[in-house]
Structure formats: C-alpha cells, structure tokens
C-alpha cells in the first residue's frame, strides 16, 4: 500500500499511515503471518506518503525522492507491525508510520515549512512472504515463484497470490 495523499500547506495536519495487509495461516496471531503487504506512512504538507516497503522500509529523502531505511526491517522497526504514532505539536506534526511485517516508526521531527515537508514524515512498513529469501520461514508453509513490488497500489493494500498446480510426477501431460 501507500498513501497518496498530500496536506495543503503548512498548518494542516499530517497523515496517519496505511495498514498492513496480511494472510496468516491457522491462527491470528502475529506469528501465523505468511504473506504481509506493508503499508505506507502518512504525508505531510507538500510530501506524499512513504510507499510500503519490500523487505525493508521506505522513508524520504526529500519532497519527491524516497530511499530504503535499515530503520525498518525483518528485524527493526515496530515488533507489533502497527505503524508509529503522528508526532504530537503547535507545528506541523509528524505522520503516522506504516503497518508492516515490521511496523514504520514515527518521525521525530516536525514541518517547520513546505520545503521541508519530507523530515516529518515517518517510515513505512516492511514486507514478508515466508520462503522469500531473506524472510525467516513459517514452520508450516512456504511459497515458491515470489513477487515483492512497492508502490503499486494506492487506496486499500493487495495480495494476489495464485495457485500453481504441480504434478506430483513432475510430468507435463497431467
């Protein structure tokens, strides 16, 4: 996921991040995750959201430009994979940080004006599919054929996974 939206100027508030999109196998509990989709964090002024991350977070590098962070990983960021908290101020605050395998944390910092929109704006989520090299498999199950892609989708996360049907003699006339 990512978020599209963009304030309208300085003195408005910031944005709260998108949500993960998860599947989680037989159970509901964090570790039951197989596939998780981050979602991207909130925008302020004149700066779009940071899309959801790959592997690792996003966060910007200026007004137009976003970068991979190690702030967000398989291994940082928020253990309970919920975005962090906008930053809280008379200024223009901090956005709210992406859902993730990992969630986005907050951005510290504050939008003193238009051009520096890009400091408040907090980290997005990392993504996870088990068997993805790189993601720590689940006991159960993992997948093969694999797609990571960030900044694909706006609105509401996706996942699309599709089934591939293999003969169990690895013939081609099943």
Same mark, same amino acid.
């Given at each position: 996921?990512?978020?599209?939206?963009?304030?309208?100027?300085?003195?408005?508030?910031?944005?709260?991040?998108?949500?993960?999109?998860?599947?989680?196998?037989?159970?509901?509990?964090?570790?039951?995750?197989?596939?998780?989709?981050?979602?991207?964090?909130?925008?302020?002024?004149? !700066?779009?959201?940071?899309?959801?991350?790959?592997?690792?977070?996003?966060?910007?590098?200026?007004?137009?430009?976003?970068?991979?962070?190690?702030?967000?990983? @398989?291994?940082?960021?928020?253990?309970?994979?919920?975005?962090?908290?906008?930053?809280?101020?008379? @200024?223009?605050?901090?956005?709210?940080?992406?859902?993730?395998?990992?969630?986005?944390?907050?951005?510290?910092?504050?939008?003193?004006?238009?051009?520096?929109?890009?400091?408040?704006?907090?980290?997005?989520?990392?993504?996870?599919?088990?068997?993805?090299?790189? !993601?720590?498999?689940?006991?159960?199950?993992?997948?093969?054929?694999?797609?990571?892609?960030? &900044?694909? @989708?706006?609105? &509401?996360?996706?996942?699309?996974?599709?089934?591939?049907?293999? !003969?169990?003699?690895? !013939?081609?006339?099943?």
């Amino acid at each position: 996921g990512k978020d599209n939206g963009i304030g309208l100027g300085s003195g408005y508030g910031s944005g709260g991040g998108g949500g993960a999109t998860d599947i989680r196998f037989k159970g509901v509990s964090l570790k039951d995750r197989i596939m998780v989709a981050a979602g991207g964090s909130g925008a302020v002024n004149h !700066c779009r959201g940071a899309p959801g991350g790959l592997l690792r977070g996003y966060k910007p590098k200026s007004n137009n430009d976003f970068v991979e962070t190690d702030e967000v990983s @398989q291994t940082a960021g928020n253990e309970n994979g919920i975005g962090g908290d906008g930053k809280a101020t008379l @200024q223009t605050p901090g956005s709210g940080g992406g859902g993730g395998y990992r969630g986005g944390p907050s951005s510290d910092k504050i939008s003193y004006s238009d051009s520096t929109s890009y400091q408040a704006v907090a980290c997005s989520g990392s993504s996870y599919i088990s068997g993805y090299p790189g !993601c720590t498999p689940h006991p159960s199950i993992t997948f093969t054929n694999w797609e990571m892609k960030s &900044n694909v @989708q706006s609105g &509401n996360g996706l996942v699309l996974v599709s089934a591939v049907y293999v !003969c169990p003699n690895q !013939c081609s006339s099943c």
